[in-house]
């Protein structure tokens, strides 16, 4: 099992402007569920939170009320039950490909053969499985970011967190990688949670996509495209991405949220 849960997950910073402090809101009772294989994607405008909420449902910051739980059970800090893509690989510089994958691996306490054969398991899965001896400044981005992938699901999380993990990334990187990320999903059936901000991504591999606004829920929307999605090229043409995307467009320029 693979469910996620934000319940009524609120989250204030402090900051000092002009010499005096005010508090800032960064996520206001934030609602919804991510189901045992499901993809959601959060997508809003900068400073919407959709950050904020990922990193709090990784355990990587607090909220300030209300609860994350995986399968039921509160999230306290970080966990194997949880992986995190980031934006930028964040590699081990010093290490190579292969050496990052098992570094997660070593920290949940695996050795010997296991940890190598487990490593070379899900770097083949992302196509590495020839640049494993090379570093992270003879990979490509996009290598970079397949490394990042593979650590991440070595460890063979409940939940993949992922955040604008091909932002960074030139457009045709970005494809390659949205198609082998859906090629991903469908072998190994993981919840993942991803944040966007292209709605073209969002269509492509959510089956729900949360659209937020100043911290809020603005809505969920149910995207209709069947699975597996194999030819991205025939769905970006097809007449049902176009009307889901601009059912998101509607409710991301649609006025400011009501409470849920």
């Known amino acids: 099992m693979g469910e996620v849960s934000l319940i009524d997950v609120s989250k204030r910073f402090a900051l000092r402007i002009e010499g005096s402090v005010q508090t800032v809101r960064a996520l206001d009772r934030l609602n919804f569920t991510v189901h045992d294989g499901e993809v959601v994607a959060l997508i809003g405008p900068s400073g919407c ?13 607090t909220a300030t009320s209300g609860a994350v739980s995986v399968d039921g059970v509160n999230v306290k800090g970080c966990g194997y039950d949880r992986g995190m893509v980031f934006q930028h690989a964040e590699l081990l510089p010093w ?54 992938i593979a650590r991440a699901l070595a460890i063979d999380p409940k939940v993949l967190l992922m955040d604008e993990p091909f932002g960074a990334l030139d457009a045709q990187t970005r494809e390659a990688l949205q198609g082998e990320l ?16 292209d709605l073209d991504e969002a269509v492509l591999l959510a089956d729900r996509v949360v659209v937020m606004q100043h911290g ?3 809505e969920i929307l ?9 030819d991205l090229a025939k769905i970006r043409a097809s ?22």
């Open 95 to 148: 290490l190579s490909a292969l050496q990052n994958v098992e570094f997660g691996l070593e920290m949940k306490g695996m050795r010997g053969t296991a940890l190598h054969d487990t490593a070379m398991k899900y770097l083949t899965l992302v196509g590495l499985a020839d640049s494993v001896k090379r570093r992270p400044y003879q990979l490509s981005g996009g290598m970079q970011q397949r490394v990042g």
């Open 216 to 218: 809020r829920l603005r």
């Open 222 to 230: 149910t995207v209709p495209l069947p699975r597996p999605r194999d």
């Open 239 to 260: 007449d049902q991405f176009a009307q889901t995307r601009y059912h998101i467009w509607q409710a991301l320029h649609a006025g400011a949220p009501t409470l849920h």
């Open 49 to 61: 939170g959709k950050t904020t909420a990922l990193r709090i449902a990784m355990g990587l910051e």
């Open 182 to 197: 859906l090629d991903i999903h469908d072998r190994t059936k993981k919840t993942i949670l991803f944040v966007t901000h």
